[in-house]
């Protein structure tokens, strides 16, 4: 069978699961059911755990790296020198 994209794949894994509830029953398609809800938490949770690590390496910096931000640090201006 060749990878499906997008809507597709989401359509097969209903018409699946819905020929497995006529051809085995209740019992086994509520066990089923249970074990593709896992399986999609974990990969869920594999994704985020991914982008996770992306997000931690590019704001990760060396101490070469001149870090740039939002908001300077701020200082009390210096009081003007108005001379004699």
């Given amino acids: ?36 809800l896992a399986a999609l938490g974990a990969a869920a949770l594999e994704e985020a755990e991914r982008r996770g690590r992306i997000v931690a390496a590019r704001e990760a910096t060396s101490a070469s790296t001149v870090r740039v931000t939002a908001f300077a640090r701020r200082l009390a201006p210096e009081p003007l020198d108005e001379g004699n």
Avoid: C, H, N, Y
């Fill in 1 to 36: 069978m060749q990878p499906l994209e997008g809507d597709r794949a989401v359509g097969e894994l209903f018409r699946r699961l819905s020929i497995m509830r006529v051809e085995l029953g209740e019992p086994a398609w509520e066990r089923t059911v249970g074990r593709v």
